[in-house]
């Protein structure tokens, strides 16, 4: 029988590829988008599309039941470096929309969650090298804390009412298909757009600063994978550690030069870099690996690969 799939938060970077992909997989009539504004028009018109405030149960209960949903991707979040100037605005948003999605399965109105968690749940006390599945995570962000008290909370409610949430803790995202939306890895999207536009970049961090990083059609196929997988494999219901490549501002640099020897890049960290200096700089998903047998296909160079060729078309 065919699910219905609702996806919140559609027209975020995250969002807009993902409701592509599963409209690609499962037919544009069986996956609703909603967003608390309209997005671009590729994805408004590629099937059905509502305006939602993620925040207001009602009108989500309303939803849910119209469409007659079975499945939720919760996309909607103020991320790391935005949800810094507007604390209690991230906190309510954040949090709250996984709340109205974790009360609907628990009335047995929807069947299974996708919500995404993040290295922001990581901070400054965190083993740096190889962060491990289970570790100190003490977050100093409000994206982070509210990321790590979301993983709680699903655990919680898997453990208390039996609800199938899943969640993965997403590296930094690079596309070449949308722009981030106020993150602290934003830069290595940046420094493609800058690279063919000016052949010159400056960086907000510094030029050792050393983050995991993840191309975006990887970070798709795990929410997709992660989804798919029995429920039985799904061992880890607070959210699963993540990892494709980590790299600096001046390695993702060096990589573009490669291909456009006359690029330069200059540094000037701002607030962001504290921020950055308090995540890991790289992580162990061996327990994604052995629970539902996720494997990453991009590295550095073939990212920087794709990113100059798709943006220069």
Same mark, same amino acid.
């Given at each position: 029988m065919q699910k219905n799939i %609702?996806?919140? $938060? =559609?027209? $975020? /970077?995250i969002g807009t590829e %993902?409701?592509?992909t599963l409209r690609e997989k499962h037919g544009r009539d069986v996956v609703i988008a909603s967003d608390i504004r309209e997005g671009n028009e590729n994805l408004v018109g590629s099937g059905p599309f509502e305006l939602l405030d993620a925040t207001d149960y009602d009108a989500l209960e309303e939803l849910v039941a119209y469409y007659e949903i079975d499945e939720v991707y919760l996309m909607a979040a103020m991320l790391s470096a935005t949800a810094e100037k507007f604390p209690m605005r991230a906190w309510n948003l954040n949090m709250n929309s996984l709340f109205n999605v974790l009360n609907l399965a628990k009335e047995k109105k929807i069947s299974k969650i996708f919500w995404p968690s993040s290295i922001a749940v990581f901070g400054p006390n965190t083993p740096k090298e190889n962060t491990t599945q289970n570790t100190i995570m003490e977050p100093s962000t409000v994206y982070g804390i509210s990321k790590q008290s979301g993983e709680r909370w699903c655990e919680y409610y898997h453990n208390k009412f039996g609800v199938d949430v899943r969640s993965i803790r997403y590296p930094g995202l690079i596309s070449w298909k949308t722009m981030p939306g106020g993150g602290t890895t934003d830069y290595a999207v940046e420094i493609y757009h800058k690279a063919l536009s000016e052949g010159v970049y400056t960086c907000f961090l510094s030029a050792e600063t050393n983050l995991p990083m993840m191309f975006m059609d990887d970070a798709i196929r795990a929410t997709m994978e992660i989804m798919e997988s029995d429920s039985e494999k799904i061992k880890i219901r607070s959210a699963y550690n993540l990892a494709a490549m980590s790299f600096t501002p001046f390695e993702v640099a060096a990589s573009i030069a490669t291909q456009i020897p006359e690029f330069k890049i200059s540094y000037e960290p701002d607030s962001r /870099?504290?921020? =950055?200096?308090?995540?890991?700089?790289?992580?162990?998903?061996?327990? =994604?690996?052995?629970?539902w047998g996720w494997k990453s296909e991009f590295d550095l160079e073939k990212t920087t690969s794709e990113m100059l060729k798709n943006l220069s078309n």
């Amino acid at each position: 029988m065919q699910k219905n799939i %609702l996806i919140i $938060g =559609a027209c $975020g /970077q995250i969002g807009t590829e %993902l409701t592509f992909t599963l409209r690609e997989k499962h037919g544009r009539d069986v996956v609703i988008a909603s967003d608390i504004r309209e997005g671009n028009e590729n994805l408004v018109g590629s099937g059905p599309f509502e305006l939602l405030d993620a925040t207001d149960y009602d009108a989500l209960e309303e939803l849910v039941a119209y469409y007659e949903i079975d499945e939720v991707y919760l996309m909607a979040a103020m991320l790391s470096a935005t949800a810094e100037k507007f604390p209690m605005r991230a906190w309510n948003l954040n949090m709250n929309s996984l709340f109205n999605v974790l009360n609907l399965a628990k009335e047995k109105k929807i069947s299974k969650i996708f919500w995404p968690s993040s290295i922001a749940v990581f901070g400054p006390n965190t083993p740096k090298e190889n962060t491990t599945q289970n570790t100190i995570m003490e977050p100093s962000t409000v994206y982070g804390i509210s990321k790590q008290s979301g993983e709680r909370w699903c655990e919680y409610y898997h453990n208390k009412f039996g609800v199938d949430v899943r969640s993965i803790r997403y590296p930094g995202l690079i596309s070449w298909k949308t722009m981030p939306g106020g993150g602290t890895t934003d830069y290595a999207v940046e420094i493609y757009h800058k690279a063919l536009s000016e052949g010159v970049y400056t960086c907000f961090l510094s030029a050792e600063t050393n983050l995991p990083m993840m191309f975006m059609d990887d970070a798709i196929r795990a929410t997709m994978e992660i989804m798919e997988s029995d429920s039985e494999k799904i061992k880890i219901r607070s959210a699963y550690n993540l990892a494709a490549m980590s790299f600096t501002p001046f390695e993702v640099a060096a990589s573009i030069a490669t291909q456009i020897p006359e690029f330069k890049i200059s540094y000037e960290p701002d607030s962001r /870099q504290v921020i =950055a200096d308090s995540w890991p700089s790289s992580i162990d998903d061996s327990e =994604a690996r052995k629970d539902w047998g996720w494997k990453s296909e991009f590295d550095l160079e073939k990212t920087t690969s794709e990113m100059l060729k798709n943006l220069s078309n």
